[in-house]
């Protein structure tokens, strides 16, 4: 497995893969095209950026969608995608690719790797065993906003 860095210029191969990954269970996630080009925009295409890329014999198999934060206590890299071709999973894909962003992120005097998941997915248990832990002092909210301005 090679590990590089992700930008714009890969789009549709990030594309591919996440539709590939998130369209089934538990996710389901429903896409479109218009979308999904926007959100990876997003990901990748800021200064504050920094996205990875796994490869297996050339092909892109796993991402990891993020940026860079600046906080008091040390730079951060929040991952707000990681994924990995459902094909590959429970075959220690998804742990050696986080371990090479460890490596990667450590060279780049980065001091944490933060992200968020719901206890109930898979995904939980694949952090808890790579090394993360679950910051009990913190919560995530989250409140849906009417649309269209018709506030009541």
């Not at 925009?41 to 892109?60: H, M, P, R, V, Y």
């Not at 940026?67 to 890299?77: D, F, L, S």
């Not at 071709?85 to 998804?94: D, K, N, R, S, Y």
């Not at 993360?132 to 989250?142: D, K, L, S």
Request: hydrophobic residues 40%; glycine residues 10%.
């Amino acid at each position: 497995m090679e590990v590089h860095t992700l930008d714009l210029t890969d789009i549709e191969a990030i594309k591919k893969l996440m539709l590939d990954i998130f369209s089934g269970e538990p996710w389901n996630d429903r896409w479109s095209d218009r979308q999904l080009h926007a959100y990876i925009t997003q990901l990748t295409g800021n200064a504050n950026s920094l996205a990875f890329g796994a490869f297996i014999d050339g092909k892109l198999a796993g991402i990891s969608l993020g940026r860079i934060i600046n906080w008091y206590e040390g730079t951060e890299y929040w991952i707000d995608e990681f994924g990995i071709h459902p094909g590959m999973q429970q075959a220690g894909v998804g742990s050696r690719f986080m371990g090479e962003i460890e490596r990667q992120v450590a060279d780049r005097k980065i001091s944490y790797i933060v992200l968020l998941t719901e206890r109930h997915v898979p995904a939980y248990n694949f952090y808890r065993k790579n090394g993360f832990n679950e910051n009990e002092e913190n919560v995530c909210f989250i409140k849906k906003v009417p649309c269209g301005g018709a506030h009541k």
